[in-house]
């Protein structure tokens, strides 16, 4: 396809723009379609882009199926980069425009199927949770399960945490508009060969990064189901998902959740009905927001245990990335849209041909996976992989 490579983003807000930047320094797109129902969010984002002749803007809503269609269509590629709820509109628009999309996020995965099947009609890729986690962390685990001849646990850190951390959570909110990401309940991890349920915001094992001072600590958040789709996960003893925060922030979360501000419930006040949980995010958000000149850093570990030739074997996966300084880019917003843009890409150009809904973890392996760590480190996002293996004398 070369350099007649025409892509599209939905989305406007923290990540969009950064898998159009990604797109733009390629050198193989020579057009850039960022597309948002806020025409403000889309002229900030042309001029922090440093107002590209091959970006253009258009104003769209995504609800608007005739119109979304009509915008996309003729496009190699669309970069999804909306909240939860409108990522699956965009994924039904693309998949009627014949359009291949990635999405940073994931539709229900009660929608899978049926979405499988009509892009497998029209000829189209659709690559869900492709962004830093989900996505570059599942990549990470399947790349490491392939380097063992059998696998016997996987764990998985990853947490977006402020440069300089300040009250009230020492946290700032990179991804996911206005509400903090607080979900208190139990979620899914394999211990002993079993899915079992432990409860969220279980204070787990202090955890260190270098470069971090100040300590961190982990919470669960179960495990990654898309690694199903790696043969050899099938049989793991082990599999857990932690997101990293530093310390302090699971008892907060408590106090917050003993105290019902994190209910979803509506309760009676004053004669009319409210959410606790909105109240509060409306409360927190001036408090939790990124400013201009706040830094952030992300930070990913993966884990994956086994045998190789017979010997014990681990591989481990680590990075801390920090805000683009000379970019103007958020770290989360360099490692979710600098991953996603890198895939879509890869479709446009012919690599991947699988067609229907594809897990990163079916798409990304082998030299696709090479390709992506090059392409990240270009952008300035580095991985180590460390091997380290033992046996008995």
């Not at 900030?44 to 199926?65: C, F, I, N, S, Y």
């Not at 990470?140 to 402020?162: F, K, N, T, W």
């Not at 990654?224 to 922030?249: I, M, N, Q, S």
Request: some cysteine; proline content about 4%; overall charge negative.
């Amino acid at each position: 396809m070369g350099t007649a490579m025409k892509v599209a983003v939905v989305g406007a807000g923290l990540m969009g723009p950064a898998i159009a930047l990604e797109c733009l320094e390629s050198g193989e797109v020579e057009e850039v379609l960022l597309i948002d129902i806020d025409e403000r969010r889309l002229r900030e984002a042309w001029e922090k882009l440093g107002r590209p002749k091959r970006l253009k803007t258009r104003v769209q809503d995504v609800t608007d199926r005739e119109g979304f269609v009509e915008t996309i269509k003729g496009y190699d590629g669309l970069g999804i980069a909306l909240l939860r709820w409108l990522n699956v509109e965009a994924t039904w628009g693309a998949i009627e425009a014949g359009v291949h999309a990635v999405d940073l996020s994931a539709p229900p995965r009660e929608d899978w199927a049926k979405i499988d099947e009509a892009a497998k009609k029209t000829g189209v890729t659709v690559i869900p949770g492709c962004g830093v986690e989900p996505g570059l962390t599942d990549i990470l685990a399947a790349h490491g399960m392939d380097q063992l001849d059998r696998v016997e646990s996987v764990d998985i850190y990853c947490g977006g945490i402020p440069k300089h951390p300040e009250p009230p959570f020492k946290y700032k909110i990179v991804f996911g508009g206005r509400y903090l990401p607080l979900r208190p309940g139990m979620v899914k991890v394999i211990e002993d060969g079993e899915e079992r349920y432990v409860k969220r915001y279980t204070v787990a094992e202090p955890i260190t990064f270098d470069g971090i001072e100040e300590e961190l600590e982990t919470f669960y958040d179960g495990f990654p189901e898309v690694l199903y789709d790696v043969e050899k996960f099938k049989g793991v003893k082990h599999c857990a998902e932690k997101t990293v925060r530093y310390k302090g922030y699971c008892n907060w979360v408590n106090f917050l959740d003993w105290c019902g501000l994190l209910s979803r419930e509506p309760i009676e006040f004053e004669g009319r009905n409210i959410i606790p949980f909105e109240v509060f995010s409306r409360i927190i958000y001036p408090k939790v927001k990124m400013e201009e000149g706040d830094r952030d850093i992300t930070v990913l570990r993966v884990i994956v245990k086994g045998i190789k030739d017979g010997v014990e074997t681990t591989y481990t996966y680590d990075m801390v990335d920090h805000y683009d300084e000379e970019r103007r880019v958020t770290s989360m917003a360099k490692t979710t849209g600098y991953t996603a843009a890198i895939v879509m890409r890869m479709i446009a150009r012919g690599e991947i041909t699988e067609r229907g809904l594809v897990t990163t973890v079916r798409a990304i392996r082998g030299e696709r996976f090479e390709r992506l760590m090059r392409d990240l480190a270009r952008m300035g996002v580095e991985i180590r992989e460390i091997i380290t293996s033992s046996r008995s004398l």
